[in-house]
């Protein structure tokens, strides 16, 4: 079966300082991996995917992320953190068994809050 | 703005009560989604809709009923809800004429508290 996992329930930077939250994944076949994020009272926000191609994803808000197919991970990265970066953050993957023409559902992970402080 | 809204964006029930979430999608999407997130547990999927057809629903209580009408309009019906069910309840869509393929968009949610 599908599954993510986002083994930090939260993650504390200082502003400036490069940021990672992890995420790891567990598929039969070529994973579909998504970033999202989620700020106080709002939906989720799309950041970023990994489909194919090269491994090294960049997002919106200047996040980035790594598809290490040999570690099963994909770590969402930024160089700098913005006090502003603080949020609620989603791994997502694609799951193939409920795969339906191109809208195949969602797996979140449980989210990580990253908090980044002045 | 991601293009998908919902209202109402706060809703305070009964437990005896009758009330409906809405959303809308001004993407040109084909597919839509009802998400559950509470405190501390992973979003759950509730139901899923491709093409006006209902195509999953994660063994949701019946006292939850989708309707959608349209591509572009998505419904959650509600009545005799409990205390537990109080949530962000996050609407979705995603389609080929999106992002690309499987992005889905997310409305901001309606945080619903039964009382």
């Known amino acids: 079966a599908q599954s993510v996992a986002q083994p930090e329930d939260q993650v504390n930077v200082a502003e400036g300082n490069p940021l990672t939250v992890k995420c790891t994944y567990s598929?039969?076949?070529?994973?579909?991996l998504f970033w999202y994020v989620q700020y106080p009272n709002r939906g989720l926000q799309f950041l970023l995917k990994?489909?194919?191609?090269?491994?090294l994803v960049k997002g919106s808000y200047g996040f980035e992320a790594e598809f290490n197919k040999s570690q099963t991970s994909f770590h969402l990265k930024k160089p700098s953190a913005l006090v502003s970066d603080s949020a609620l953050y989603f791994c997502?993957?694609?799951?193939?068994?409920?795969?339906?023409?191109?809208?195949?559902?969602?797996?979140f992970g449980k989210g990580t809050k990253l908090s980044v402080k002045p | 703005e991601t293009g998908v809204t919902q209202t109402p964006r706060h809703l305070v029930m009964g437990m005896t009560n009758k009330k409906s979430l809405k959303c809308e999608q001004h993407?040109?999407?084909?597919?839509m989604y009802w998400y559950k997130q509470s405190a501390k547990k992973p979003l759950e999927l509730m139901f899923v809709?491709?093409?006006?057809?209902?195509?999953e629903n994660n063994s949701v209580p019946s006292r939850f009923s989708p309707e959608c009408p349209n591509s572009s309009h998505l419904f959650l019906h509600l009545h005799t809800l409990q205390p537990e069910d109080s949530a962000l309840y996050l609407c979705?869509?995603?389609?080929?004429?999106?992002?690309?393929?499987?992005?889905?968009?997310f409305g901001p949610g309606t945080r619903l508290t039964v009382l």
């Open positions: 997502a993957v694609r799951d193939v068994v409920n795969y339906g023409g191109s809208q195949g559902n969602l797996i």
């Open positions: 598929v039969s076949g070529n994973p579909y």
């Open positions: 990994y489909i194919t191609g090269d491994n």
């Open positions: 993407l040109g999407h084909n597919a």
């Open positions: 809709y491709n093409f006006k057809e209902q195509t």
């Open positions: 979705a869509s995603a389609g080929l004429a999106g992002g690309g393929t499987d992005t889905q968009y």
